[in-house]
C-alpha cells in the first residue's frame, strides 16, 4: 500500500488536474447532429410552464423530469475502471411517475448500423465502451434504452423531424445526446477530485457522497442508488428547454433520494483496476437491479421474456421493479405485484408479493423461487401466444429466468 506521504502526493495531484467546469446548463446546440429541431431554448423549461404548452416538438412533455443515469457495475465489472458507464436517459413525468414503451412501431432493431449509417459512428465507438451491457449484449441494451424510454420523448415524434428525415433519425439524434450529456457529468472524475476513489475496503456517508458531488456539478444533488450497500448507480436530473435533439438541458436537483443507506456505502473496485490485485477474498454479491426485464434463456439461447403479467411471450418484453438484496426481493410489473402462488407466477392487482432471490451464473443474473432457478411451462410461446409459467420443472418447457437491468 501507499506510505502517507505518497498518497498525500497522489491526491494532490489528483486535484491539481483541471476541473471540469460545473454544470447549470448543457447546452448542445452547437454540435454535430443529423438533425436540427427549429426550437427556440430560451422559453420555459420543461416541468415549469403555467399553462398549457401546445407545440410538444419544442416543449418535453409529459416526460419533462429527466434523469441522465449511470452505472457503477463491479460484479461483472463493465467499462473503464476509471469511470462510470451509461444507463439511459429517461422521460419521467413532472410528479416522477413514468410511462415507458411508447411506440412499439419504433422499437427499431440495429441501432449499431443505424448510427453507423447516419454519420454518427463516433457516438457509437464511445458507446461501444461506455454505454455497456452487464452481459454482453450492447446492442440488445441500446434497443431496450431507446424503445422503453426514448419512444416516450415528445420531441422526438417523428412529426417533430424535417421532412425528409430518414426512418431513425429521432434515436440517432437520442443517441447523440445522452452521450453528450453523460460526457458532461464525470461522476468518477468528480470523485475523485473529493478523493473519494473506488476500494475493496473503505466506506462512505451519503453526505461524504452527496457533499462532493454537489460541489463539483455546480450544486446540483444527484440521487444515489445502492445494491448490496455499495454504490451500483447515479441519476443526475435535469429539465429542459427546447428539444431532446438540441435544446438545453437544465440541471436540477434529484427530486427524490435515491437507495443508498446514509452510511456504510462501499464503492467497489472494478476488477483490471490497478489496485485490485491487492485485494483479498471474491468480489461483493451481485444486487438486483432496481429496474429491469426478465429473459427466458433454454439450451444456452434467449427464448423471450416475462410479460407485465408474468407470462411468458416473445412479445416486447415487460419493465419489472425489484426492490431488496440479491439474496431476497420482491418484484412488480405495471400489473402489480408478482407472486408464486400454487406452484404458478402471476403479476397483477390483488396478487400476493412473495419473495424471489437471484443467482449469478457466470454473467448472467437468474430468477430463484424457493431457491430454485428452474422454470417451466407447457410450451414455447412464438407471435402472440404467450405460456403460464410454473416454478420447478414439472411441464414440458424448462428454462431459466434471467434479470436483464433496465
Ligand atoms: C404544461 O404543459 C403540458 C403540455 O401541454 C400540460 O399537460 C401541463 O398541464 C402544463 N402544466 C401546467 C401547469 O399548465
Given at each position: 500500500m501507499?506510505?502517507?506521504?505518497?498518497?498525500?502526493?497522489?491526491?494532490s495531484s489528483v486535484v491539481a488536474t483541471p476541473l471540469h467546469s460545473a454544470l447549470s446548463t448543457v447546452d448542445l446546440l452547437g454540435r454535430d447532429t443529423l438533425l436540427s429541431s427549429g426550437c427556440s431554448t430560451t422559453g420555459s423549461a420543461s416541468c415549469h410552464n403555467s399553462s398549457s404548452v401546445s407545440n410538444l416538438c419544442c416543449f418535453e412533455a409529459p416526460g419533462g423530469l429527466l434523469l441522465q443515469t449511470q452505472f457503477w457495475d463491479t460484479n461483472p465489472s463493465t467499462?473503464?475502471?476509471d469511470s462510470w458507464t451509461i444507463h439511459g436517459l429517461w422521460p419521467d413525468n413532472c410528479d416522477t411517475t413514468f410511462t415507458e414503451n411508447c411506440d412499439p412501431s419504433r422499437a427499431y432493431t440495429g441501432i449499431g448500423s443505424l448510427l453507423s449509417a447516419n454519420g454518427a459512428s463516433d457516438t457509437l465507438a464511445f458507446m461501444q465502451t461506455h454505454w455497456v451491457d452487464i452481459n454482453g449484449q450492447n446492442e440488445q441494451f441500446w434497443e431496450h434504452e431507446w424503445s422503453t424510454h426514448g419512444t416516450c420523448m415528445s420531441t422526438l415524434k417523428p412529426t417533430c423531424l424535417p421532412s425528409g428525415s430518414v426512418r431513425g433519425a429521432e434515436a440517432?439524434?437520442?443517441?447523440?445526446?445522452?452521450?453528450?450529456?453523460?460526457?458532461?457529468?464525470?461522476?468518477?472524475?468528480?470523485?475523485?477530485?473529493?478523493?473519494?476513489?473506488?476500494?475493496?475496503?473503505?466506506?462512505?456517508?451519503?453526505?461524504?457522497?452527496?457533499?462532493?458531488?454537489?460541489?463539483?456539478?455546480?450544486?446540483?444533488?444527484?440521487?444515489l442508488d445502492c445494491t448490496s450497500g455499495a454504490l451500483n448507480q447515479i441519476s443526475w436530473y435535469f429539465n429542459l428547454k427546447g428539444s431532446i435533439i438540441d435544446g438545453s438541458f437544465v440541471a436540477i436537483n434529484a427530486p427524490k433520494a435515491g437507495s443508498c443507506p446514509s452510511t456504510g456505502i462501499k464503492y467497489p473496485l472494478k476488477s483490471g483496476s490497478p489496485s485490485s490485485t491487492t485485494t483479498a477474498g471474491p468480489p461483493s454479491g451481485t444486487g438486483v437491479p432496481s429496474r429491469g426485464t426478465i429473459h427466458a434463456i433454454r439450451s444456452g439461447s434467449t427464448v423471450g421474456g416475462l410479460l407485465s403479467a408474468g407470462t411468458w411471450s416473445t412479445q416486447t418484453l415487460a419493465t419489472f421493479t425489484f426492490s431488496g438484496s440479491s439474496s431476497s426481493f420482491t418484484m412488480t410489473s405495471s400489473k402489480g405485484n408478482c407472486g408464486v402462488s400454487g406452484g404458478s407466477l402471476t403479476c397483477g392487482s390483488g396478487v400476493t408479493l412473495t419473495s424471489f432471490s437471484a443467482v449469478t451464473s457466470g454473467s448472467t443474473l437468474l430468477l430463484a423461487s424457493g431457491g430454485s432457478t428452474s422454470f417451466t411451462s407447457d410450451g414455447s410461446p412464438s407471435g402472440t401466444t404467450v405460456f403460464p409459467v410454473f416454478t420447478g420443472t414439472g411441464h414440458s418447457q424448462d428454462y431459466t429466468l434471467s434479470i436483464v437491468s433496465a
Open positions: 501507499f506510505s502517507a506521504g505518497i498518497l498525500l502526493a497522489l491526491v467499462g473503464p475502471v440517432v439524434a437520442f443517441f447523440q445526446t445522452v452521450v453528450k450529456l453523460f460526457q458532461s457529468l464525470p461522476t468518477f472524475t468528480w470523485l475523485q477530485n473529493a478523493g473519494i476513489i473506488p476500494s475493496s475496503t473503505a466506506t462512505f456517508t451519503l453526505s461524504q457522497l452527496t457533499t462532493a458531488l454537489k460541489s463539483a456539478s455546480g450544486g446540483f444533488t444527484p440521487a
